[in-house]
């Protein structure tokens, strides 16, 4: 367990069971600020902020699977979240982000997953952000059971990128989506992303009881 500390490097876990609380991990030079790609399962990241210093040369605070980021606040890297399998993300902040020329920011980024929790979070990004969410079917294996609820959620070309567009991407790649009851903000963009909150939901991506937090069409659903 490390409970309590200030991490000023890169972080790569390699066992079970880890849990790392109530700690700063602010570390500009990572690629990678934690990385759990080994197969692992248990980790759990409570109470903990990563601040990647506004490192424009690495990809997000957190990749891999088989973790679990309970009030994370993340911030300060090109991406949040690269999600792989067995992930929860919940009751955490995920917010400015480091925009360059080139970036392609996502607050929670899949290239494939087969268990995917995403609840309860606040994930707004900046103009010139991609998404706050995007599950990039087209790089996937596998598309599955991706659980997004309950969040607040705002910015990016889309806000949601739901994984599936009829025509597009693969059928059988897709099973168990669902967007639901989510709220989107209008405080970056009038229409949640630049172009609009959701896109790629088609059917049978789930999307339901979703509404807008404020602005003119404040408590009303988002189609």
């Given at each position: 367990m490390i409970?309590?500390?200030k991490i000023t490097s890169c972080l790569v876990i390699k066992a079970n069971n880890v849990t790392i609380r109530n700690s700063l991990i602010t570390s500009g030079g990572c690629y990678f600020n934690v990385l759990a790609d080994n197969g692992n399962t248990g980790i759990q990241l409570t109470d903990v902020e990563i601040d990647g210093q506004g490192n424009t040369g690495g990809d997000s605070a957190i990749n891999g699977g088989g973790f679990t980021c309970l009030r994370c606040d993340l911030h300060g890297t090109v991406d949040g979240?690269?999600?792989?399998?067995?992930?929860?993300?919940?009751?955490?902040?995920?917010?400015?982000?480091?925009?360059?020329?080139?970036?392609?920011?996502?607050?929670?980024?899949?290239?494939?997953?087969?268990?995917?929790?995403?609840?309860?979070?606040?994930?707004?990004?900046?103009?010139?952000?991609?998404?706050?969410?995007?599950?990039s079917t087209g790089s996937a294996s596998d598309m599955r059971n991706v659980q997004i609820s309950g969040n607040l959620?705002?910015?990016?070309?889309?806000?949601?990128?739901?994984?599936?567009?009829?025509?597009?991407?693969?059928?059988?790649?897709?099973?168990?989506?669902?967007?639901?009851?989510?709220?989107?903000?209008?405080?970056?963009?009038?229409?949640?992303g630049a172009f609009g909150p959701l896109t790629s939901v088609d059917s049978p991506v789930a999307v339901s009881g979703n509404t807008w937090a404020d602005g003119t069409r404040s408590g009303q659903p988002v189609s």
């Amino acid at each position: 367990m490390i409970d309590g500390k200030k991490i000023t490097s890169c972080l790569v876990i390699k066992a079970n069971n880890v849990t790392i609380r109530n700690s700063l991990i602010t570390s500009g030079g990572c690629y990678f600020n934690v990385l759990a790609d080994n197969g692992n399962t248990g980790i759990q990241l409570t109470d903990v902020e990563i601040d990647g210093q506004g490192n424009t040369g690495g990809d997000s605070a957190i990749n891999g699977g088989g973790f679990t980021c309970l009030r994370c606040d993340l911030h300060g890297t090109v991406d949040g979240i690269k999600a792989q399998s067995n992930v929860v993300v919940q009751d955490s902040w995920i917010h400015d982000l480091t925009i360059g020329n080139d970036s392609h920011n996502d607050g929670i980024q899949s290239l494939g997953t087969t268990s995917l929790k995403v609840l309860h979070n606040r994930i707004v990004m900046a103009d010139g952000a991609t998404s706050a969410i995007i599950l990039s079917t087209g790089s996937a294996s596998d598309m599955r059971n991706v659980q997004i609820s309950g969040n607040l959620l705002g910015g990016g070309a889309f806000t949601v990128y739901g994984g599936y567009e009829a025509g597009r991407d693969t059928l059988s790649k897709i099973s168990n989506i669902s967007v639901t009851n989510n709220r989107f903000t209008t405080s970056v963009f009038p229409r949640g992303g630049a172009f609009g909150p959701l896109t790629s939901v088609d059917s049978p991506v789930a999307v339901s009881g979703n509404t807008w937090a404020d602005g003119t069409r404040s408590g009303q659903p988002v189609s």
